[in-house]
């Protein structure tokens, strides 16, 4: 797991969140460590990054020997509002401060992973993490955002055509490709690199595409919905920690996965931050899971259109 | 069946439609024929609604004995403007017409139906199709839209509290309850009458509320998306439609239908107006909820959460 250990502060229609830990890195280890397979984070931090944080990292078993302190430098901050349906926001302030200066190194123990998960960064950041490792993993993932498509979009072609799937929002699938229907944007994404494109749709769930197959996923419809933050790294370090229990990850596989990230980041959304994500119970999930089939079921179908 | 059969003429980013058949029971009545129950619509249009027009609705045989034409009257007409992401609508004209003076009246043969589908049209206009009924149907679904919660809620609240099932999309079950999430808003729905709520999300699928349970069903996903127009009135023909082929209408059966009505309604978006529905063959429609079956289907996760 790659990606950002930060503070975040947001406000939402259901209040102010204050400083709060944040991150990429931070949503995709928690959430993949709940699963229980071994989780380790290359990522940064500054002087303010302290050691009661590091210790919500290592009490879950993360591993934190990629997490580099810049001495002299604060940790990422990053500011928003979201407004009333959520859908939109707003950054008020972005600190990039000790990420900046990150030179990322993965430790030893990390060069043979399973399964490499690249969080928010800058692509050229992403792709030193790839180069630095002795065996190709089963399955990379890569999370980005249009910020990165802005700025520095050579560096992202150039990732995303060694990654063998791409996590990314609606808007972002139009931006990446300029084209407006998602399933013509998922298969020019196919042809740029990835055998897998995930398309995010937050409350409405999520599409797998693979080839000339595709999957859908809708998303656990919530009554409490109170910080849409880290929603998308919680999916994703969901996935990632249910494929964990499998030996090898095809399309199968990844169906689940999915639908796992989904109800996981539904449980992320209904509090600030990773306040949920954090107190969470491995018999939560399942609750949730067990429910979310119940409530996708259609018992009857088959047989009609037999 | 009750709603308009009216002209509509529509500019979406594929291209403008010119004037063309439109209207909710046109959409209802072609789409519920389709599964074959006798289906008969009531409604009202003008000197212009020629009969060639009402040939093609006989030709699918449907009932029109309760088709008023207004002498000296135009039909209903409709002109809109799709944006980019067709989730935005400007209306450029209404013309109300032969629908001002649209007294409706109920041919005997249709005062014991199974099922009432009643489409968009004054809350009072469907009130008073209500009363003309000798027996009360299985099942009454009402349509409607946020112009007549801002123009005669009474009417729509009265109307509301006599039927079973009520379909609307997320903005208008937003404004019709003054609540933010769904299935709060869907609760106080139930709440004014209706057993059932239907949130029709468009692309995004739709949702069922029944007392405590819910049932979510994504949307067929479509690379074609002309015009938006008609595909609700779609949606809940081919519900009634499907419906028709059981016996009874519980919670399970209530399922399977709005999965094919959103199917139905996602062949509807593929062109302009009614060209994919007069077309569209049974055979069509089967393979496409295969389809459906196919892309929704996850196989392993019951294993991994029991």
Redesign the interface.
């Given at each position: 797991m790659a990606g950002t250990l930060a503070f975040d502060e947001v406000t939402t229609?259901y209040g102010h969140s204050g400083r709060m830990l944040g991150g990429s890195a931070t949503y995709l280890s928690f959430a993949a460590s709940l699963f229980g397979p071994k989780t380790g984070v290359v990522s940064v931090v500054g002087d303010d990054f302290g050691d009661e944080l590091l210790d919500k990292f290592r009490r879950r078993g993360i591993d934190l020997q990629g997490v580099q302190r810049l001495a002299g430098h604060k940790s990422f901050y990053w500011k928003g509002y979201y407004y009333?349906?959520m859908n939109r926001r707003d950054t008020l302030v972005t600190e990039v401060n000790a990420l900046e200066h990150f030179d990322p190194r993965v430790p030893a123990d990390f060069r043979r992973p399973d399964l490499v998960v690249l969080g928010n960064l800058h692509p050229a950041v992403q792709a030193r993490i790839l180069d630095q490792l002795d065996a190709r993993p089963q399955l990379i993932v890569l999370d980005t955002m249009n910020f990165w498509m802005d700025t520095a979009r050579k560096e992202l072609d150039a990732v995303i055509a060694r990654v063998d799937l791409l996590m990314l929002n609606e808007e972002e699938a139009r931006q990446l490709t300029g084209e407006?229907?998602?399933?013509?944007a998922a298969k020019h994404i196919m042809q740029m690199g990835p055998d897998y494109v995930v398309i995010k749709?937050g409350e409405?769930?999520s599409?797998l595409f693979h080839a000339d197959?595709?999957?859908?996923?809708?998303?656990y419809?919530?009554?409490?919905?109170r910080d849409p933050t880290g929603a998308g790294d919680t999916f994703a370090g969901g996935f990632a920690g249910?494929l964990s229990?499998y030996e090898s990850f095809g399309f199968?596989?990844l169906?689940?996965a999915i639908?796992?990230g989904a109800n996981l980041a539904s449980f992320t959304v209904e509090d600030f931050g990773t306040r949920r994500l954090e107190n969470l119970h491995r018999d939560e999930l399942?609750e949730r899971?067990?429910k979310f089939?119940e409530?996708?079921h259609?018992?009857?179908?088959?047989r009609?259109?037999?």
């Open positions: 229609p009333e349906n407006f229907s998602i399933i013509t749709r409405y769930g599409l197959a595709v999957f859908m996923a809708p998303a419809p919530l009554e409490v919905f249910h229990r199968n596989e169906k689940d639908i796992c399942r899971m067990r089939v409530i996708t259609y018992p009857m179908l088959e009609v259109y037999e």
